[in-house]
């Protein structure tokens, strides 16, 4: 694990947008909306993993790196970051005694094979299941579609089904149509089942919160059962649940107005929120 408060470690190891933008400036480029995004928000602040995925064949911008740095404002206060050094990690820091792994969340800047400041193979395993250790992982990796997400977790790093259930949310984005600008949408946003199907053990279940129709450029949600079947896989009461999710889908609304606020408007919005519901 690198120091991210040295500027030279953290320019080598861990990218940043070369245009960082807030979650409200993203949904104001209607590459989502605020309802998917209340619901990505509320489901972080639960310390649930979280893993942006973006198209195989290389496209320079397609927004994975942004999405993620964006996203990850709506961590709970508290939350520490260890930064990962790629395939050269040790994972020392889970041997650390202050470091509390309930509130903790391994940064990979990507889990691919094609470059050293990436993740691969047995090192990629093992940081992938240390969810399996109460920690919490972030990560970006290149795949098309929900199932090839699952298809690389499970066949090419060959993670057992019990650590991908572990992993949490899955955003699918890229690029929508040939024109220009290009139009970035977050084709899919799913979540992990986290227990057994009794009648398939061996199954991965990804759960649709939010797809997005390409016939008329709108996304369709997740239905009441499926949020009240949500709320008890992160230990919130279902009516508790919608309330925190309304009150999120109506400051993202707010926030979007325009072209959206900034990263400094955003972390003063939910401060501001966290100061009201405590």
């Known amino acids: 694990m690198f120091d991210p408060r040295d500027p030279y470690e953290r320019y080598y190891w861990h990218y940043e947008s070369r245009r960082p933008l807030s979650v409200a400036e993203i949904i104001a480029l209607q590459s989502v909306d605020a309802e998917t995004a209340g619901l990505v928000w ?3 602040e639960h310390h649930v993993s979280l893993t942006v995925a973006g198209p195989t064949d290389p496209q320079p911008g397609v927004g994975k790196t942004t999405t993620l740095n964006a996203l990850l404002q709506f961590l709970p206060e508290g939350t520490a970051l260890a930064y990962m050094s790629g395939m050269y990690e040790n994972f020392s820091f889970t041997r650390l005694p202050d470091i509390d792994p309930t509130t903790t969340y391994a940064l990979c800047n990507e889990v691919s094979d094609h470059l050293p400041i990436y993740m691969w193979g047995r090192i990629a395993r093992r940081y992938l299941m240390l969810p399996g250790q109460g920690y919490h992982v972030a990560t970006s990796v290149h ?12 066949h090419d790093l060959r993670l057992p089904p019990e650590h991908i259930r572990r992993l949490g949310l899955i955003i699918n984005i890229g690029l929508a149509g ?6 970035r949408r977050w084709f899919s946003t799913h979540f992990i089942q986290p227990h057994v199907d009794p009648e398939r053990p061996d199954a991965i279940i990804p759960i649709p919160l939010s797809l997005w129709n390409s016939f008329d450029d709108t996304f369709e949600h997740a239905d009441e059962a499926l949020l009240t079947n949500l709320a008890s896989w992160i230990g919130m009461d279902p009516q508790a649940f919608q309330q925190a999710l309304s009150r999120r889908i109506t400051c993202m609304q707010e926030l979007s107005q325009g072209s959206g606020m900034d990263m400094q408007g955003m972390f003063d919005a939910i401060t501001e929120l966290h100061e009201k519901e405590s």
Not at 143 to 151: C, N, Q, R
Not at 178 to 183: E, H, T, V, W
């Open 42 to 44: 509320l489901l972080l």
């Open 178 to 183: 040939r024109s220009y600008p290009a139009r």
């Open 143 to 154: 795949a098309d579609t929900i199932d090839d997400v699952l298809h690389m977790y499970q």
